[in-house]
């Protein structure tokens, strides 16, 4: 498939724009899109997720601002950014567009998210048991490319990224 652009010629192969995948392109290409509207009603993008669940696809844009999201910023960037992908038009399947705050306990995925959230608490759970156990929880310290490091109590633990199944901030109740 060949998409033109005013500017330059792009060849798109299966796998989507720059060797990207398809969930990846949906993602990247609704962040694009979003990120004016975002701005136009002061929220900032937590994230985006194309996921299939069940029989469905969801297209989830979570967005925040200090004081947290309200019912109406959601409301207000959904409708917007509706109008937009169906202008856009460029997700083949049929899905449901689904805007929100990434609520109290949101899950840390990317970098951003990561560095936003050092010194705060977070449970980690692995997909596989370390030492015996799945679970963790402890206060972000530090991270990189490959390694995300929890202090608990008086010691440090390491876990690699690709070990983590998830990882998001703590509820404090």
């Known amino acids: 498939r060949v998409d033109r652009n005013p500017l330059f010629l792009v060849v798109v192969s299966r796998k ?8 990846e392109t949906y993602e990247a290409r609704t962040e694009e899109l979003l990120l004016p509207i975002a701005q136009k009603h002061d929220v900032s993008i937590y994230d985006v997720e194309y996921v299939k669940e069940g029989s469905d696809f969801y ?4 967005i925040d601002k200090p004081e947290g999201v309200n019912i109406n910023d959601c409301e207000n960037v959904s409708r917007e950014l509706s109008d937009v992908l169906d202008k856009e038009d460029f997700i083949a399947d049929s899905y449901i567009l689904e805007v929100s705050s990434p609520g109290l306990g949101r899950t840390l995925k990317k970098d951003r998210h990561f560095t936003n959230s050092i010194g705060q608490d ?3 759970k692995l997909f596989k048991p370390l030492d015996g156990c799945k679970e963790f929880e402890g206060k972000l310290l530090r991270f990189d490319e490959n390694a995300v490091v929890i202090g608990m109590g008086d010691k440090e ?4 990224r690709n ?6 901030l703590a509820l404090d109740f």
Do not use: W
């Open 157 to 160: 633990q390491t876990f690699l």
């Open 163 to 168: 070990d983590i199944a998830i990882i998001r």
């Open 16 to 23: 989507g724009r720059k060797g990207m995948s398809k969930k």
């Open 122 to 124: 977070v449970e980690v």
């Open 59 to 62: 297209l989830r844009a979570f």
